[in-house]
């Protein structure tokens, strides 16, 4: 069974005959992957600027479990939160925890940048995707609430004026926003 058929609570249907699928990972197994990532940078003895990102991410994404089903049972958003907390956030913290702490902090690998300033680049990156798509899950929540205000004010004629969403706000590119 896969992400989407999970999201959808597909999860007594079998498997076809012949086909292998790795289980999906159930809220605890998104917890349990969020935590290691924390315990791998704490005893890691990771710099804390890696230690604020990862914290960070995970407190996102923490957040965003409860509303996973709001961003669509066969969305994008909601693979790539899971993926994210399962996979995304892990590998990178281990590729950099892997090497030798002064190399990988002063020795240019890429681009003339440190292991550690590619680390901090990929964890800004997945910071600024999973803020998204919070932002996505709770405007499902907000748009609710309009489309309730504008069917009570039409059902009950009340003197309410008109509702609707306000335009989207992009989330901040600054990487030192919170």
Request: proline share 8%.
């Given at each position: 069974m896969g992400l989407f058929a999970w999201l959808r609570g597909d999860n007594n249907k079998p498997a076809e005959p012949g086909t292998v699928t790795s289980p999906t990972p159930t809220r605890e197994d998104i917890e349990q992957a969020l935590a290691k990532a924390e315990r791998m940078v704490l005893?890691?003895?990771?710099?804390?600027?890696?230690?604020?990102?990862?914290?960070?991410?995970?407190?996102?994404?923490?957040?965003?479990?409860?509303?996973?089903?709001?961003?669509?049972?066969?969305?994008?958003?909601?693979?790539?939160?899971?993926?994210t907390a399962t996979d995304y956030l892990p590998e990178s913290v281990a590729g950099y925890l892997a090497?030798?702490?002064?190399?990988?902090?002063?020795?240019?690998?890429?681009?003339?940048?440190s292991s550690l300033l590619l680390l901090?680049?990929?964890?800004?990156?997945?910071?600024?995707?999973?803020?998204?798509?919070a932002d996505a899950a709770n405007r499902m929540d907000a748009s609710a609430l309009v489309a309730q205000?504008?069917?009570?004010?039409?059902?009950?004629?009340?003197?309410?004026r008109a509702t609707r969403?306000?335009?989207?706000?992009?989330?901040?590119?600054?990487?030192?926003?919170?």
């Open positions: 005893e890691g003895h990771a710099p804390t600027p890696v230690l604020a990102r990862v914290l960070r991410i995970t407190t996102a994404v923490k957040a965003i479990l409860p509303r996973l089903a709001n961003l669509g049972l066969d969305s994008q958003d909601a693979y790539t939160v899971v993926a090497l030798p702490r002064d190399w990988a902090d002063t020795r240019p690998v890429a681009n003339g940048k901090i680049d990929q964890l800004d990156l997945l910071s600024l995707t999973i803020s998204r798509m205000g504008a069917f009570l004010s039409t059902k009950f004629g009340g003197p309410m969403l306000d335009d989207q706000q992009g989330p901040s590119s600054n990487p030192l926003d919170l």
